[in-house]
Every structure is written in C-alpha cells, then in structure tokens.
C-alpha cells in the first residue's frame, strides 16, 4: 500500500529561518525532520504570495500556466489532489477558511477543515487539538494524504501583534517575533507528529513563500508618530464634520513624519537591510521572498541534504514518482526522485513572477533565477525596472549590477524568453465569487 502523506505548507516561512546556523528559532522536530530526510537547501518558489505559489505546488506548473493574475487556487484537469484520488487516496485537510482556498478545501473528506483566517488569524496553539483529534479518532481511512495550511506567521505580514505566543514571546525561543513564531509552530508540529506513525507516512514541509523580517524588529509604521494627545484634542475642539478631514490630515502627517524618521534610520544600513522595512505587501522577488524549505522525511527517504537549486513546482512530479504512478502529466516541474537514490539531474533555471495586485501595476515583475544569477524586470516593459544579481557573490542582493553586465542580461532574457508566455487574463471581476475573494484578501492586506 502507498504511504500515507503529510503535507505541510507553513505560509511566509523563509529557508534561512529553518536550516542556518544564525537562526535563532529553537526548532528540534522540524530539526530531526530534516536530519531524518532530504531538505533542499536552494528551493525557490515561483511567486511572492500565497495563489500563485499554491498554484505552482498543486499543479506542478509556473504562473503563465495556471494565470499570473489568479486571485484563487487552481487546479487543473491533472493536480495534485487529483493524482492522490486516482492512486486510493482518502483526502484530509486543515486550512484557512477562505474562500480562494475552497477549490482544495472542496476535496477533504474531514468535516472540520478549516479555520479562521482572521486578521488575526486563529494560531495553531488554538487549532493544533482539532488536527490531533483527527489522528486520535481513528476515523481517517488509509491510505490518506493531509493537506496542512499553517498560517500563524501571516500575522506578521498583516502587522498584527501575536498575543498568543505565551512563554514562547522570550528570546530563547528567537531574537524577534517571527523566529519565535517559527518555535511555536514547531512545538505544535511535534505533538501532530506524536500521532503518526513515520514509517508508513511520508511527510513533506515546505512554504508558499517567504517574509520580510524587519531589522530591529521595526518596520516603517513603527516610526510613524501616534499623535494620539492630538487626535483626543482635535476630537474636543473640532466640529463632528471636521472629523474626517481631520483624521486624513493627521494619516497624512503620521506617515510623512514615518517617513522622514525611516530615511534618517536607514542612512548606514544595506540594501537588504533597508527594504526589510518596507510595508510586507510591497511586490518582491528578492530571495527573502521567495527562497522556501522543502523538504521530504520520513517514509523510506534516506538522509541528504541537497545544494542544487530546485523550484517548489518539482514536488507535484517528485510525488508521482514517490508513488510510482504510471501518470504522464505535463508539468513545468521536474522530479526531484533521483536526488533520493544518489543520482543527479541537470539544474533548471527558475521562472518567477510577483503575485497580483487588484489593478496592473508598475511594480509587476516577471524574472528567472539560477544558481548564480536572479533577473527580473517590469513584467510588461522588458527595458524598464531592470534588476540583477550575483548570487554567489552578494546573496543578499544587496549590489544591482544590471548596467555593468548588459551581455549577462541578454543571456537571462533569453532564459525568460523561452520560458515566458504572455498572459492575457487581466479582466476585472465582475462575478460574486470573484467579488468576495477581492474583499477576503483586502482585509488581509493583500491587495
């Protein structure tokens, strides 16, 4: 019989924040996950939000195939799910509950699959019991593929505060908050593990994208002024219909005062230092972004760790493999199965793209990274907001060396070139679905 399948996206967690020695998050299961498995130390994801990269996981293709401006999971006649149904798969899940996440949360044969996205989203500390239920109840058929969706650092990207981290809010679990979520999730990670059993369950983690951690901890609303002695006063003495106008008055002169402050903070700091303030939503295919862990444990997978890059679009065709499944499916991805027996495989270039804002934006990019160089420019304009960098040198992407290099951007254009379809999908919404998805993903900031 197949092995069951545990399947572990953690949204926004970055690979630095998983396996590096400067990591300050205490993180002993996913630990001996990885000491116990094959973790992918360069695995990159094909896009900087949550639909575009789910899409290229679940259905194993880049954004041009599944729709660069998909606000919603997709999934093709030939998916992920799809597969495990065709091999005896029961299919369970825990998710956010929105309703973009539907089209997965559709297949899972759990009653109590989904959880409150918020902001502020309900942590796993609080959901943990209701997956461990699951496992305790004995009433998951085998063999069962489990579709987990942890959304616990999201906060982080929302700008909310995490008052739910308890003894864990201590720098011993990490140096900020996000490390020390990273701890949390691991705990809880630990006690569902406590319930499978890992010989017969092949477990794999990995990351729709990554974040951008803040130096100091301090973004740039934290240098905006509260004016909160102004607002009680301005309340008092000014009319109820100089309310509004007044409360504009003063946004505007809290984040231009934030601003100054910010342009002041970051006179001696890097590049990479400097744009790890930016607002969370700002478009990026900055490795920060995009650089995820994957990693496969468990279930007959021999310890490895593996430095080639590979892109989070492999795992659908690795999974095939996995199985041995006599599927032919088209992907953009390509099996990672023989890293497993030892074995190499040509490096492939990987194709990125910025997930969509609500309109066309002049900060869309489209761009293609290998292991030594990452490119990407304006996604419409291919002359316009240029970008490249020396990865082995400045892995940080701290120094554009676009303009010295013009021959080096004609050979990653190129790459680009070969890969990149145009994608027309760019109506406006006009269905009642496609109206609640925008609203869902506006009070989450995305859009």
Known sequence: M????LFIVIDSLRADKTYDDKKTSITPYIDSLIKNGTYFTQAIAPADGT????????NGLYPFSTGIRSKKIILKDNNLLQLCKNNSYHIYGFLPKLTSFQPIIS??????????????????????????????????????????????????????????????DDEKFGQNKYERIVSLIDFWIGKILDKIDLKKTLIILTADHGERIPIDDKNITSFEPELSTTVKLGKQILPQIAHKAGGKFLSKLRKTVGTLRVAQANKNLTSYEKRSRLPHFTLSLYDESIRVPLLFSGYNISSKIIIQQVSTVDIFP??????QSQSSFNFDGTSLFPFFNGKQISEKPVYLHTMPYEHLSSCDAVGIRTSHYKYFRHSREPTKIIYLFDLKNDPLENQNIAKENP??????????????????DNKNMLSEEERKIAAELKKLGYM
């Open 318 to 323: 690795t999974i095939i493999d996995l199985l």
């Open 51 to 58: 639909i575009l990269s789910l899409n290229g996981i679940l």
């Open 2 to 5: 197949n092995p069951n399948i």
């Open 107 to 168: 297949w899972c044969e759990n009653n109590d699959n989904t959880y409150e996205a918020g902001p502020p989203t309900i942590p796993l500390s609080k959901t943990a019991k209701q997956i461990i239920n699951l496992f305790d109840s004995n009433k998951m058929l085998e063999p069962w593929f489990y579709f987990l969706h942890i959304f616990d650092l999201h906060t982080i990207r929302e700008g909310t505060i995490p008052n739910w981290l308890d003894h864990f």
């Open 407 to 424: 021959n080096v951007i004609v050979e990653m254009e190129n790459m680009l070139s070969n890969m990149h379809k145009i994608d027309n």
